[in-house]
């Protein structure tokens, strides 16, 4: 049994903006409810309302347009797995979220509620970041889009109010020549919370340099964090194992610093220059010895 | 203190159509449990990291721990008692029995609904497809080998059955 | 459908050997097995334990009349609400079932709430009020023994102590070519059964009936009827289908809360722990310190150990005693070492209970021996199958106890067949970087050490033959009921669909001692293997009367009775009927217990009747840039004597293999304070299907001949070794030794960080004289 609380499940998006709208607090918004139920349960949320939209399908929906990949807020994890969209360079979405939790979990958890929990190991943001990804947020009198970066605040958590509802997340198609990959590091391979997450993007020129690179990591700091160094490393230059070296020592430096003192930095500084090889090896073989390609 | 107000809903549990006002403080697995009495739904963690009360959810495997009781409306739930008349065993029951991939069994219900979803949408699962259906369902017994022999070889039962008609 | 309609077994269709279905599938595989938790009474009310938080105080008082007030709530128990004895513990009573005055770790039971509904037990849990004054505690073995500890119990935090004195080990060390000395540590784990404690009470025609998940309802009804005050008549407790137990449903955990409240409201009680609940009540795997020496000669030969061994076994004893004892006896591996010093100690301290799990603190020693072994083995340039197989018991050899082995010795078989089936696979003599083969070789004593553990069974052959077996042998899943069924079957020549095993029931069926120590199969196999020879014996000389023949060998397979192997025309049926006519029932009870001794002052004597054998061999890939270990390959071999169902035999070994390999990469519980931080299973991760490697399991039956058809145990064999073998891999794979358990990536990268400068510590060398 878990604390009381009045439970609403409005039919449409608009209904469920006006009900939000006018609860009073202490309120909380249902999607999948895999984060929400277990907080209940351990008496950490006394919401005296609840909100569950997780029946708006209008909220399900993933699609590309104008050059812009939407995906509604409510897709669960398990869809976002195959769609033809995350094929190609965008597999990072399916790739992350095809390795969120296990199966279960997958297909109750939506990616929206990775985003709003906003956890330091939410492993849709990093993907999300590198990719920069928008979200779209909702309210009774209006609605705002912000890009995920800024949404999710520096000291942790997302800047949302109790009124708001994300509705849907959205990021600009990459172009033909480009790359990416998303690589985690758990202390078993299922069910296990992200100790470090990478994410890259890379997008090439004609002639086969780095134009662009990005790279996010999670589990590193309140939010995913970009590494500049790294990016400036691999910008207009070639991939080659050389390089890689240089990438990745200069991974491991940044999170040195970001970590500073804490007690997961020693381990966290040096592991995390695995992750960023792996993810990079994966987004580009290039970046691999000729002999780790036929390994 | 908040005074709940029961919240009405309309699902189907194994086939037939359940109107209930259930609590809303209540999960799902709860509803299953108690007021159904479907036991052979079972709680051996409450957050969703053991598996062991898996159910399908409009054919997906969901826990039924983190799914708020009202969350049951409109959706379809086969818990095990669900998966074959009274007096059968599936293919998936027969297999697990015979491959020996049943030890104390506590986890052998979720197993099984794991099983089924996987095996309605790949018919021929390799073992590292098997063993990703399985990645939510924990099992302390077994180390896992008896059941990806036993989803296999239910495959191949269906298969086969398939074949037959 | 009856045993003779059916034609029962013939001659040379053996059950034994076969891969008999569980008689408990169906129902496990539909759902519909009622374990504890699924069973309920009309009216049943609730009942919820306040624990402490912290873990030492004194308690001063306990004001239950607030919580009293919650509507809903029948009643609130406090210590002075126990009427008989408030003490429990398997060998030592000395933890309260509610405490009355001393707190000694967080998590002891302070009161008992009964009530109608979880709401209501959840507020007046909140609304007890205890008064406590903190004390200093001691969380740490050195500490407790160190001079003016706080002590836990009485005096003394040591609880006891073994000591194995065999030759001279100082002399023989002084001589020695190569000498390895490490200290090792290893790890806090939890059993994670996946099945939580519960159970179900009412009072019935003045019996106290308790249903309850458990691995031994005999002694769970000892201690209900002292706790009660009442006698042992008056309580019933009924095994109700266990998930999973590995040593952790030894202890008593709901059961005389249970009976208290049944017995003070009259009323059927249920209870129910959560996940949380039962990491925080249960006892846990001994963590150990072991300070190891070894030496050898110029050929790699054991000369002399010197080992001592202090295990924290937290603020209750539980089995702490035994399992200490049995690492000391353990100690030296399976190797025949002529000169040993051994000393062990079982610590109190104010952290989580320790007691039995799965191997009995002898997997914490075989992780020390073979490393200790591959130490020696790298010191002389040897190979690690060599070293051991010139090491390993063999017939005729004598124990660091004394006892001489004279037969049923496999650890030679195990080494040689592990090792040609990783040959066979491939997993031998790869050049790849960063992947290593280890091996890990364990014995393991069957049953209880050098301390009676008999088992009974009773039998009842019917007319239309029907047996129906009675044992106190709880099944928790490994499939003891299962095995036993195979055994009377095999001895009256029944087909296996006719046996009913009721098992775990002390209302009708004999104690069988604890589902532990591997001892089930050995134990009660051979006591219900004593039940159903007692029959055939009624059935024999019935049978030589109607067949005229006084000293002829009779046998009896589908339905008739044969004579030296040739089919007769009398019926088993005739011959019931026969003995009915003369007031003669065809009943059996049976008995067994181990042959053994205790030990002496010295550790010396034959601490058990017969030991299995293993050698696991692993195989694993190491990411030095992020640590992560992947298992890729276990061989296991198993000397289990006699493999009476070969499927179950491999099932555990499976299942073994997988917990062991937790145990070396993954589990831990972690303290602060004696306060678990990790109680869920979130935080405290076990390995799951995609974590799991390919395993091989090899039996290997060196049959044991005075266990049932041969056989031994394999239950916690399976694991024992599977930890040593995996550091032993990873060390091949990185040349670094590690001596701590759990290999974590961050030990891994901090070793590796240092490995060019590695800097032996004092307590580490290796010594090699020319």
Redesign the interface.
């Known amino acids: 049994m878990l604390p009381s609380f009045n439970y609403y499940q409005p039919a449409s998006l608009q209904e469920a903006l006006t009900l939000l709208a006018s609860l009073p607090r202490p309120k909380k918004l249902l999607a999948g409810g895999t984060d929400l139920v277990p907080a209940l349960r351990r008496g950490e949320l006394y919401p005296a309302n609840v909100v569950s939209i997780s029946g708006l399908s209008e909220m399900k929906e993933i699609k590309m347009e104008r050059g812009l990949i939407l995906i509604g807020a409510l897709a669960a994890f398990s869809d976002l797995v195959c769609p033809p969209c995350f094929e190609g360079a965008h597999r990072l979405v399916a790739e992350a979220a095809g390795q969120i939790g296990g199966p279960q979990i997958r297909n109750q958890g939506t990616i929206g509620g990775n985003i709003v929990n906003a956890s330091p190991a939410g492993d849709m943001l990093p993907p999300l970041v590198a990719l920069g990804a928008r979200v779209r947020l909702c309210r009774e009198a209006g609605e705002r889009a912000v890009f995920l970066s800024d949404f999710l605040g520096d000291a942790g958590g997302a800047c949302i109010a109790p009124e708001e509802i994300l509705v849907e997340v959205s990021f600009p198609a990459l172009p033909v020549n480009a790359a990416g990959s998303f690589v985690k590091l758990g202390r078993r391979n299922s069910l296990a919370i992200s100790r470090i997450s990478a994410a890259t993007v890379i997008i090439y020129d004609s002639y086969g340099r780095i134009e662009e690179a990005r790279l996010a990591l999670g589990s590193v700091g309140p939010k995913p964090v970009r590494v500049p160094s790294a990016e400036a490393l691999l910008k207009g230059q070639k991939p080659a194992p050389d390089l890689l070296e240089e990438v990745v020592a200069s991974v491991g430096e940044a999170v040195g610093v970001l970590l500073g003192s804490r007690s997961s930095a020693s381990y966290k500084k040096a592991a995390v220059r695995g992750v960023a090889r792996q993810v990079l090896q994966k987004a580009d073989p290039r970046f691999m010895n000729s002999g780790e390609i036929n390994g | ?5 029961p ?1 009405k809903i309309i699902s189907k549990v194994n086939g037939s159509t359940v109107e209930l006002g259930v609590n ?4 799902l697995i ?1 509803i299953l ?1 108690e007021d159904l009495g ?15 009360c ?1 159910v399908l ?1 409009n054919g ?4 039924a ?4 009781a ?2 049951m ?2 959706k379809e739930i086969i ?3 669900g998966l074959t008349p009274e007096d059968e ?1 599936h293919p998936i ?1 027969e297999a ?3 491959a ?1 991939a ?8 979720g197993m ?1 609904l ?1 099983a089924k979803a996987l095996l309605d949408k790949n018919s021929d699962p390799d073992e590292k497809a ?19 022999a036993a989803i296999r070889l239910a495959a191949a039962k269906l298969a086969a059955r398939e074949g037959s008609i | 459908m009856t045993g003779w309609r059916d034609g029962g077994l013939d001659p040379g269709n053996s059950v034994i050997g076969q891969s008999c279905p569980r008689v408990d599938g169906v129902s496990k595989v539909k759902g519909k097995t009622l374990f504890a938790a699924d069973l309920n009474i009309n009216g049943a009310l609730y009942c919820r334990v306040l624990r402490s938080q912290v873990p030492n105080a004194i308690l001063r008082s306990v004001d239950c009349s607030e919580a009293l007030k919650v509507p809903g709530v029948v009643a609130v128990y406090t210590a002075a609400d126990i009427p008989g004895e408030n003490r429990v513990g398997i060998i030592v009573k000395d933890e309260p079932v509610l405490v009355e005055d001393r707190i000694r770790r967080a998590g002891d039971a302070l009161a008992l709430v009964v009530g109608r509904t979880e709401e209501a037990l959840e507020e007046a849990v909140r609304k007890i009020q205890i008064d406590y004054q903190s004390q200093p505690g001691v969380f740490s073995v050195m500490e407790a023994m160190g001079e003016g500890a706080p002590a836990v119990h009485g005096e003394n935090n040591i609880q006891s102590a073994t000591s194995i004195v065999r030759g001279d080990a100082d002399a023989a060390v002084s001589g020695a070519r190569v000498v390895v000395t490490r200290r090792y540590t290893t790890q806090m784990a939890e059993h994670a059964y996946l099945e939580p404690e519960a159970g179900l009470a009412a009072v019935e025609d003045g019996v106290i009936k308790v249903w309850v998940s458990t691995q031994n309802p005999h002694y769970d009804r000892r201690e209900i009827s002292r706790m009660l005050g009442v006698g042992r008549h008056r309580v019933r407790v009924t095994q109700a289908p266990t998930g999973g137990g590995f040593g952790g449903k030894l202890d008593i955990s709901v059961q005389c809360l249970l009976a208290l409240a049944a017995f003070k409201t009259g009323r059927p009680v249920k209870m129910v722990y959560r996940r949380e609940e039962s990491f925080v009540a249960s006892p846990k795997r001994h963590p150990y310190i072991i300070d190891y020496t070894s030496a050898c000669d110029a050929e790699g030969r054991l000369l002399a150990v010197k080992i001592k061994i202090i295990g924290d076994t937290g603020a209750y004893a539980s089995y702490g005693p035994a399992t200490l004892k049995r690492a000391a006896v353990h100690a030296a591996g399976p190797y025949a070492v002529p000169n040993a010093l051994i000393e062990s100690y079982c610590v109190y301290t104010n952290n989580p209970t320790a007691g039995a799990m799965r191997g009995f603190g002898v997997p914490q020693m075989a992780f020390a021996h073979e490393a200790q072994m591959d130490l020696l083995a790298e010191a002389l340039g040897i190979d690690p199958f060599t070293i051991r197989l010139r090491n390993c018991l063999k017939p005729g050899d004598i124990t660091v106890t004394g006892q001489c082995l004279s037969h049923s010795v496999g650890i030679k078989e195990t080494i040689e067949k592990a090792r040609d089936r990783a040959m066979e696979l491939g997993m031998l003599g790869k050049p790849a970087k960063n992947y290593g083969v280890g091996v890990g070789c364990m014995w393991y004593g069957i049953g209880n050490t050098g301390a009676p553990n008999p088992a009974g069974a009773f039998l009842d052959l019917l007319e239309d033959g029907t047996v129906v077996v009675l044992t106190g042998c709880a099944d928790i899943g490994q499939g003891s009921d299962m095995v036993l069924a195979q055994i009377a079957a095999e001895e009256l020549g029944v087909n296996i669909e006719n046996v009913y095993v009721l098992s775990g029931d002390t209302g009708v069926s004999p104690d069988a001692g604890a589902t532990s120590a591997s001892r089930q199969t050995y134990v009660s196999g051979n006591a219900v293997y004593s039940a159903a020879r007692q029959v055939k014996e009624i059935l024999a000389r019935e049978a030589r009367e109607i067949l005229g023949s006084g000293d002829a060998n009779l046998d009896f397979r589908s339905g008739f009775v044969w004579r030296g192997g040739k089919k007769t025309e009398v019926t088993v049926k005739e011959i019931i009927s026969g003995c009915g006519k003369k007031g003669i029932l065809t009943l059996g009870s049976g008995c067994f217990n181990p042959p053994a001794t205790g030990l002496n002052a010295e550790g010396q004597g034959m601490p058990y009747a017969t030991y299995s054998y293993a050698t696991q061999v692993a195989e694993v890939k190491v990411d030095t840039e992020t640590g992560k270990v992947a298992v890729i390959r276990l061989v296991a071999a198993h000397d289990v004597g006699r493999a009476i169902n070969p499927q179950s035999v491999e099932g555990q070994i499976e299942g073994g293999c997988l917990m062991g390999m937790g145990y070396a990469l993954l589990e831990e519980v972690n303290l602060s304070g004696g306060v678990i931080e990790n109680p869920r299973l979130a935080e405290y991760l076990l390995p799951m299907s995609l974590d799991a490697p390919e395993i091989h399991p090899v039996i290997v039956e060196e049959p044991e001949s005075t266990g049932p058809f041969g056989a031994k145990g394999v239950g916690e064999p399976a694991l024992i070794p599977t930890a040593a073998a995996i550091a032993n891999a990873i060390s091949k794979a990185l040349g670094i030794r590690f001596c701590s358990l759990p290999v974590t990536p961050e030990k891994i990268l901090a070793a590796l960080e240092k490995r060019d400068g590695y800097l032996i510590q004092s307590a580490e060398s290796t010594q090699q004289r020319r």
């Open positions: 203190m908040v005074e709940m107000k919240f809303p403080g209540r999960r709860d449990r479907l036991t052979g739904t079972k709680e051996g963690c409450g957050e969703g990291e053991c598996g062991a898996t959810i997906r495997p969901v826990n721990c983190l799914v708020l009202p969350e409306n409109g818990t095990i008692e065993l029951q697990f029995l015979e020996g049943v030890q104390c069994g506590f986890c052998t219900p099984i794991t098997v063993k990703t259906a399985i990645s939510g369902n924990l099992c302390r017994c077994t180390g896992y080998v008896k059941i990806v």
